[in-house]
Every structure is written in C-alpha cells, then in structure tokens.
C-alpha cells in the first residue's frame, strides 16, 4: 500500500512519489530509501529520492503532481481506514491485523502461532 505515515502534506507527497516510483517498476527502491528518511522528511523529499534511484525525472515530476498519484494514495488511506489499519507496517495473519514496527517479526511469529494453536 502507498499509506502516509502521518496525515501531513508532505507524507501523502512522499506516498505518491511511491506511486510514481511504483510506475517506472522501482517502488522498493524508493520505499526502503523513504524508510531510512523518515527522521528527515521534507516537501522535496521525493525528487532527492527518485534522482538517487535513477528514476526519469521528468516522469516522475509529471506523475508527482497528477491527479492518478493523489487518487491512489487516497483510496489507499480510505482501504487502511476500513481495515482499521493505523499504523506501518502492518499485515494480516488469517484475517486479524498485525502491526508494529520494532517487534512486527516478534507479533507475526505469535499470530501464527495462535492461529496454528486453534
């Protein structure tokens, strides 16, 4: 999912440069880059990280600014809102949400095993 990681402006621009990147095939890339930057977010944070992958500039300017990436970061928020997912990362495990940063290896591994469990 393309999902802010805080209701400001400048993540929902930083999760359509996701949906850019995703369009020219390197949406890892960029979302593990984005990952390591989270400390140091800024509006011109995607351009900095699509010219350190490699990315077509002008592709991914024109794309940053349209209206597709908006409506796709959207819908993404409204999906994680209806799955009452509030943070990331987060999964499922059999239908029931696992989030959490620091331990999610930890909580997937107890997930699994309560469902195994049952």
Same mark, same amino acid.
């Given at each position: 999912m393309d999902f802010p990681i805080t209701e400001?402006?400048?993540?929902?621009t930083i999760a359509r440069g996701g949906v850019c990147a995703d369009e020219q095939g390197e949406f890892w890339a960029?979302?593990?880059?984005?990952?390591?930057?989270?400390?140091?977010?800024?509006?011109?944070?995607?351009?900095?990280?699509?010219?350190?992958?490699g990315l077509d500039g002008?592709?991914?300017g024109d794309c940053l600014?349209?209206?597709?990436?908006?409506? #796709?970061?959207? #819908?993404?928020e409204r999906e994680a809102r209806r799955l009452q997912l509030k943070r990331t990362p987060g999964i499922f495990v059999?239908?029931?949400?696992?989030?959490?940063?620091?331990?999610?290896? #930890?909580?997937?591994? #107890?997930?699994?095993?309560?469902?195994?469990?049952q």
């Open positions: 400001t402006v400048v993540s929902r960029y979302h593990d880059l984005a990952y390591q930057q989270q400390e140091d977010m800024h509006q011109d944070l995607p351009i900095e990280l699509a010219d350190e992958i002008k592709a991914f600014g349209s209206e597709k990436a908006a409506a #796709r970061v959207e #819908r993404t059999n239908g029931k949400p696992v989030i959490g940063h620091d331990d999610l290896e #930890r909580n997937i591994i #107890r997930a699994v095993e309560v469902e195994l469990a």
